[in-house]
Nanobody, 120 residues
Framework: QVQLQESGPGLVKPSQTLSLTCTVS??????????WSWIRQPPGKGLEWIGV???????YHSPSLESRTSISRDTSKNQFSLQLSSVTPEDTAVYYC????????????WGQGTQVTVSS
């Protein structure tokens, strides 16, 4: 069974960079044909897709967040990470890392989620 675990600071100051890491066990982040995505849910709002890193390392980001988003991976540690720069209080949300088949919208594994608050 695949397990995903988010880690990183729960509090970030405005203008700083939000950095989170997803540690994956039970499956390789390089295995065909999966995508590994970051999703967030602000308080009282729906889920928002942030971006994905594919099994082959290619990344895509939500157009609305493209300029501030960087997704990377460390295959030796079976981890992938999110960096969201220049954060504001509107970036406060529960952040999830997930796995999905690349050619499907079905998410088969979720991390437990981690609360990130942007506040001074």
């Amino acid at each position: 069974q695949v397990q995903l675990q988010e880690s990183g600071p729960g509090l970030v100051k405005p203008s700083q960079t939000l950095s989170l890491t997803c540690t994956v066990s039970g499956g390789s982040i390089t295995a065909d044909y999966y995508g590994w995505s970051w999703i967030r849910q602000p308080p009282g709002k729906g889920l928002e897709w942030i971006g994905v890193i594919r099994y082959d390392g290619i990344t895509y980001h939500s157009p609305s967040l493209e300029s501030r988003t960087s997704i990377s991976r460390d295959t030796s540690k079976n981890q992938f990470s999110l960096q969201l720069s220049s954060v504001t209080p509107e970036d406060t949300a529960v952040y999830y890392c997930v796995r999905h088949t690349y050619h499907s919208d079905y998410i088969d594994y979720w991390g437990q989620g981690t609360q990130v608050t942007v506040s001074s």
